[in-house]
């Protein structure tokens, strides 16, 4: 006799997720170069693990696995080459099925990961919960972004797409956007591919990597601030965090003039008025990209023009961020739930009910909104370095002579109980190379670390310095050892 299959229950409101998670019997995974993005997510999914090829918590986290022997690899170029070699390591795989649930490995999510991440996880048994490589690729291109926006009615700074020949071809092609102007290539960060030109000298030196493109996005250039904003599409509408501010190209934390290093979220963050336009225009871009066949979670960069007060698009990244971290641990997430929960549960093949105007509506509000700010430290110097000594991660505590100390373990940033102490998550890791633009460790702190004409505050200038002095390099001159040095991680955006 067949056995009988009962239908599953619908999940009815906040309460019931949230249940249903702490109950999960399915194994789900993280799986990336570290656990960063999705700190803390272990302690609301029952069953969740984090797959990481730096262990970045001495084997300290529960619920951190690493394999323990590197085995050979080509250099890593990405993190979808860091999360393909995982997925081929025999330790991790062994992981994998020694915890497979009803026969069924589970299910994984990636910061990055492409068609060969896709075949690899297949292999093992793993469905992945996002949209397609292929669909994230096209939605990830900065020049698809634009024609989205259009699609969404979310507005743009001036631009125009089109392949650039050479200077004069240029300045013809984006003569009604004036003499100053930012371009783009399709993909890469902005640290490595935002170009500033305003005249023929400044061209010549991202000469190549402009041309070679079919098309680039060419902008006008403004005078701007940096936010982002956190959202998920759903089955019943888009969710929206708060805006937060970015902090972009700092030299005390980047060597790339346009680079993100960091985040702080905030109630008062920019006027009301632009955190009303910049939440409209995500709910409409979410939206869309629903229309375009997108589920899940997605950020948006936005600009604020400082000269008329204008909201515009920056790019899109679909997917989780280094921002994750911060929109995740804020306590309007922690009083109804993190919204890659939300992203998850799309994954989860059960219906639930939820609304997400009242969700949207409480998430709006000043009041449930902390303070909150993140530093992404980078190696700033021109050298490669090999690092003899570095902090570990977990909870440091400023001294009364303004120098820092370890004083406890701990998995993530809940644990900061005051502006005197900060959670450090440790990338860099002792007997391993370090150079221009490595990722060092992310820094995370109560209050804000900027000031209103976003400047870094001497507090954070602190905090940078105190952490810098914890590493103890030895600096690499010949050229041989650098490189030999260079095949290491860190020559590309790890978050």
Partial sequence: MAKEIKPVKTLKGLSDIRRFFHRNETPIYFISATNFNLLGADEWIKGFKFICYIECFDGLHPNVFSPKEEIPHEEFEGIEDINNYLLEHKEVVDYIKSRKKDGHAGKAMFLMFDDKTEKLAKKIGLE???????????????????????????ACVPYVLSHVKDYGH??????KLGNDLVIQTPFGDSGHTTFFISNQEEFEKHEQEIIQEKEVKIMKRINCRGSAIEACVTRHGTIVAPLMTELVGFPELTPYKGGWCGNEIYAGAFSKSIRQKARKYTRLFGEQLRKEGYKGYFELDFLIDQDNGEVYLGELNPRVTGASSITNHAVFALADAPLFLFHLLEWMDVPYELSVK??????????????????????????????KEAPRSGIWKKQKDGSIKYDRMDTHRRAVESQKEAFFLRIAEKDKYIYEGADM??????????????KLTQRAKNWIKAIHEQYITDEIDSAKEVEEAMPGIGSFKLL
């Fill in 128 to 154: 992945i919960c996002f949209p397609s490589a292929k669909m994230r690729t096209d939605m990830d291109n900065k020049v698809n972004t634009n024609r989205i926006a259009e699609k969404a009615g979310v």
């Fill in 170 to 175: 240029l300045r013809e092609v984006s003569k």
């Fill in 358 to 387: 009242a969700l949207n509506d409480r998430w709006g509000r000043p009041e449930n909104i902390d303070d909150w700010s993140q530093l992404v430290i980078k190696h700033t110097r021109d050298t490669v370095e090999l690092v």
């Fill in 441 to 454: 460790g992310i820094l995370v702190m109560r209050g804000r670390l900027m000031t209103d004409d976003f």
